[in-house]
């Protein structure tokens, strides 16, 4: 769902926009005036503005310029001026800002809808194209160059294999230890490389990418997975595929490390949060060893990018909770 803000400080224009862009399924914020408009802007993200030029305590074109010094370039939403006329001057200043468009008032309820269609559809072609140029940089860059070190590192130490005679048994075995994990983490950044590249952008809903991730480990592991999804409001692109890149980490430590033989997923939505559990029945571990490891580490650093939280519990020999909670909704 697309997140719209409306900055106008006329009472029935707000309200009317609010109402027609709610008719429609967008999420609407409305703001009075600039200053609380940079205020919702800044705090919600919102995809789009629609904005007056003429308000008090800050204008459109101010807000708009404090826009572009707070927020990053991919961050500024898209922007469409609402104004009951239009001079040449104050067009170019709204362009150079980056503005989208202008609307004249009194506007055309179907004609204003057209426009935002248009420009968000735009606007996700653009970041589309973005993202597929982005992860085939990344999937490169892990193939071409830190590969092909990992590589180079793991000949160089199978090549001494046949003079570790000279070192006692607990060091030939750190030793062994230390080669096979550098083939593992070899094969890891291969198979992310190319998962990077395959992974499509898809508009499947949330339960199927997730199900698309279990059922070839289901295939290929004697783990059995069970989904118990309940969303039902639809998640920003960007924070489902923060949820799936969270749930796939969990998973690869599961397999990896848990031992375990089932695997509970649990998505639901609870007091405006979305709430992801995973449960596994396997070895558990000690939390205070590994409460600062780096696995955690990472999964505490994507939940907070979305104002969430990480709460694990594990027992010694009974298994591992893991719940994460995400913002879902406006407060």
Known sequence: MHRLLVV??????????????????????????????????????PDLILCDVNMPKMNGFELLEVLNNCMTEEEVPLFIFLTARVEAQDMRRGMDLGADDYVIKPFNSIELLKII?????????????????????????????????????????????????????????????????????????????HDIVKQPLSDEDLEK???????????????????????????????????????????????KHAEATEVAISLKEDNKNVQLSILDNGIGFDMKKVKEGFGIKNLQKRAQSFDGKVDIDSIISKGTNIRISLPSVLE
């Open 8 to 45: 106008e400080d006329e009472k029935n224009i707000r309200e009317t926009l609010v109402d027609l862009l709610e008719a429609q399924g967008y999420e609407a914020l409305s703001a009075a005036d600039g200053e609380m408009g940079s205020i919702k802007a800044v705090r919600y993200k």
């Open 209 to 255: 990418k997730i199900a698309d991730i279990i059922k070839p480990i289901q295939n290929s592991s004697p783990i059995d997975f069970k989904l118990n999804y309940s969303l039902t409001n639809k998640l920003s692109s960007d924070k489902e595929l923060g949820l799936l890149r969270m749930i796939q980490e969990c998973i690869n430590n599961i397999i």
């Open 117 to 193: 269609d248009a420009k968000l559809i735009k606007r996700k072609q653009l970041i589309d194209r973005a993202v597929h140029k982005e992860r085939d940089r990344i999937s490169g860059e892990l193939h071409d160059s830190a590969q092909q070190l990992l590589v180079a590192a793991q000949l160089g130490l199978s090549s001494l294999l046949d003079k570790i005679s000279i070192l006692d048994d607990n060091d030939q075995i750190t030793f062994k230890t230390s080669l096979e994990l550098l083939k593992e983490t070899t094969n890891d950044i291969r198979g992310i490389s």
